[in-house]
């Protein structure tokens, strides 16, 4: 279950079984009315914690996956733990693109170009 990555981070190497876990962030809303709906984990599914919106009484919802946490959200909020498969390293290499786009900026701002 890698109980022991932390939940507050974006990604982290289990120290249990090595694993790249993810921690993914969702979030469940009303399709009729948009409130947020407060959810919990089901085999794996996200399922909101009442049947009918407290709202609207609709039982149609979406789920919203978050790019990260912040306070609103902390109470409604769900998290998964994903595994990232060894050898995708998809994410580094779009920061190190933008790294070295930063750098070339620089270079370009320094010389007065
Ligand atoms: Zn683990
Ligand atoms: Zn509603």
Known sequence: MHNNVPIDVEEAYCPDCGALVKNKWFLVRCACCNIKRTAHIHYDD???NTNYCPNCGST???I???ENINFLNVHYAVFKKEIVPQGNFTTRQIWIEKEENLIEEKKLLMSGK
């Open 60 to 62: 149609e919802y979406y």
């Open 64 to 66: 919203e996956e978050l």
């Open 46 to 48: 996200i399922i909101p």
